[in-house]
């Protein structure tokens, strides 16, 4: 909630891939595989809002191109046998009849005999199949194997295929005889798929995803089913990573901007006054507050966790460590450890406001805006007149869509106390989000005029001039907010985010990618955990085909995520670049087709 400001622009970040998507899949062959698949991912994985009608859209394109015969074709294995050959020619059978050989004769036998008899077990294994007889049809299949001079890969799938509708079907087998398929046949798409099944049924998943993929380009992008597969499993490995990655890693604080503007969005209040005789960890306390004031988080987190191990000698003092310490706890995703802070610390201090409004933010993070607004009305019954309360309610109702209550709400809080300047931007842009213009832009230049050594005013309404497509304006706001970003007093934290911006409206107005790719790495000098610019270049370096650049960015995209849909998103892109990556180095003859098959899904 307070931390929409920084999302704002991951948000935008986002919606500018799926803009530019045109863009994105023209490009150097290698790089438009790459692309083309992960645009499509990621406009699916996008949550709510945008990100399914793309899908549908996408899938109608996809649709045009299918072949009428397809529906015939979809039917699953376990429905009804799908072979390569279905009807056996009654000739065949006869043939196969009595065909049961020792080693010995069947290297007697000239190769072309030994040709034929193969394809008549082929054949009688295929009508075995068809009655579901599928142990019969697997043992014809391998005498076919054994018979044959040239084993063909069909014989192997074939085989597969009885293994997979065994009860219990018998997976690892069909493994075995898949790769064999593909040793004589790397695009044999059929045994991909089986290969691809098979391997997700043990869950092996990111080798099913190394298939689908390939069978999914192989295919152009045509079986609707395999490109499903390929999503489903994708989502899988990316979602299990993320609960790997969460459950294993060190709980670290996001990047500094991201904690800057969480802290920004509370009004700071004076240090608390110490008690009389004052402990060891009241001393730390106040040293903790400190650093918090001076910016330095990462002292000022171990600071808080020191004093309340050493013990605060008084309530309001323990009541503010905890708020402290639970504020730190959220900020590193332990949500259940934040709230647990913030109720003791209500309970030791039910008229701090400020608290009240972060459980409700806690109760956000937990998807309960019931809960949350009860906070705030509490919060109210305590201190009817703390501008934070108005101003966090005001968040809520925004991303909730409610940008008639949210300006009101941010309305009462620059009532409250005009100095904060978050107020006055967010209820311009919720003037603007609800379709007051002019309100909206007379609100930001009062705010412009109000703050002239602040960088957000110039930062947000550059947002909301690119958002107009007015480029050079917008650019003009960028440069102003980072002229005075540079020119504040170090040390940091230097808010990067007006930056990345200007690289975003570079791109659209020019489709200057350089300028564009420039500016990000200026963003990363100044901050380098700035997650929109590392999630800008990586989008900007698949573009350009610098697929390891896209990668590291990746990587590092999912180390900065702060929350799971942020680390999920990452992941995505990260899986599906990599499959994708690795299907171009298994077919690097398929660079070409690629690019034409991109083209022609625009
Ligand atoms: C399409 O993909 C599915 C799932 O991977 C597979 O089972 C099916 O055989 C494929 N269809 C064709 C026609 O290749
Ligand atoms: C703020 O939002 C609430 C809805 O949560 C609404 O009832 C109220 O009228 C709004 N305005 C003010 C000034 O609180």
Same mark, same amino acid.
């Given at each position: 909630m307070s931390s929409s400001t920084s999302q704002g622009v991951v948000e935008r970040v986002q919606s500018f891939v799926s803009e530019n998507k045109r863009a994105v899949l023209i490009g150097a062959a290698a790089a438009v595989v790459a692309i083309g698949g992960v645009a499509y991912y990621a406009s699916t994985s996008?949550?709510?809002?945008g990100g399914d009608a793309e899908k549908g859209e996408y899938k109608k394109d996809k649709k045009k191109g299918?072949?009428?015969?397809k529906k015939r074709k979809t039917v699953k294995d376990a429905d009804g046998p799908i072979l390569e050959e279905r009807s056996p020619r009654v000739a065949d059978v006869a043939e196969a009849e009595d065909v049961k050989l020792s080693a010995e004769e069947i290297v007697q036998m000239p190769d072309e005999e030994r040709t034929k008899v193969a394809a008549s077990l082929k054949a009688k294994g295929n009508g075995a199949y068809q009655q579901r007889k599928y142990s019969i049809a697997a043992d014809l299949y391998t005498r076919a194997i054994e018979v044959t001079p040239k084993p063909e890969p069909v014989f192997f799938s074939n085989r597969a295929a009885c293994y997979v509708n065994m009860s219990p079907p018998q997976y690892e087998k069909v493994i075995e005889d898949c790769d064999e398929a593909l040793k004589l046949d790397a695009s044999y798409v059929k045994a991909l798929n089986r290969r691809a099944t098979a391997l997700e049924a043990l869950e092996r998943v990111e080798e099913a995803l190394r298939d689908f993929t390939a069978a999914t380009i192989l295919d152009k992008f045509q079986n609707e089913s395999a490109a499903q597969s390929t999503e489903r499993v994708l989502k899988k490995l990316a979602s299990q990573k993320v609960q790997e990655i969460l459950s294993s890693r060190d709980r670290h604080l996001p990047s500094q901007t991201f904690v800057s503007a969480y802290f920004g969005a509370f009004r700071p209040r004076p240090l608390p006054q110490l008690p009389e005789n004052p402990s060891q960890g009241d001393h730390t306390l106040i040293l903790s507050l400190e650093a918090l004031a001076a910016s330095d988080y990462t002292h000022s987190l171990t600071l808080v966790n020191e004093a309340v191990e050493q013990g605060i000698s008084w309530d309001a003092g323990k009541a503010e460590a905890l708020n402290l310490r639970g504020t730190y706890k959220f900020l590193m995703t332990d949500v259940t450890g934040a709230k647990e802070d913030f109720l003791a610390s209500i309970e030791l201090?039910?008229?701090?406001t400020q608290t009240w409004v972060k459980i409700a933010s806690v109760y956000m993070e937990q998807g309960d805006p019931k809960k949350a607004f009860e906070c705030f009305e509490e919060a109210i019954k305590h201190?009817? =007149? %703390?501008p934070d309360i108005y101003y966090h309610r005001g968040q809520v109702l925004f991303i909730m869509n409610e940008f008639a209550d949210a300006a009101e709400n941010y309305t009462k809080s620059t009532e409250l =106390? %005009?100095?904060?300047?978050f107020s006055h931007i967010q209820l311009a842009v919720a003037q603007y989000k609800s379709g007051n213009l002019a309100n909206s832009m007379a609100t930001f230049r009062r705010t412009l005029k109000g703050f002239p050594q602040r960088s957000e005013p110039q930062n947000y309404y550059g947002e909301l001039l690119l958002d107009q497509q007015r480029f050079e304006d917008a650019v003009d706001k960028f440069d102003r907010a980072i002229e005075i970003e540079l020119s504040r007093p170090k040390p940091p934290p230097v808010n990067a985010l007006p930056q990345v911006n200007k690289g975003l409206a570079l791109y659209q107005w020019k489709q200057d990618i350089g300028a564009a790719e420039h500016c990000c790495q200026e963003a990363l000098k100044i901050d380098p955990e700035c997650e929109a610019a590392v999630a800008t270049l990586a989008q900007l370096s698949l573009q350009q085909g610098k697929i390891d650049v896209a990668m590291e960015m990746f990587e590092k995209q999912a180390s900065l995520a702060r929350s799971e849909p942020e680390l999920m998103n990452a992941l995505t892109y990260q899986f599906a670049t990599k499959a994708q990556v690795e299907f171009m180095t298994r077919f690097p003859e398929m660079a070409n087709q690629m690019s034409q098959i991109a083209r022609s899904m625009m």
């Open positions: 996008r949550g709510p809002g299918s072949k009428s015969s201090q039910p008229s701090l201190n009817a =007149d %703390d =106390d %005009d100095q904060f300047v």
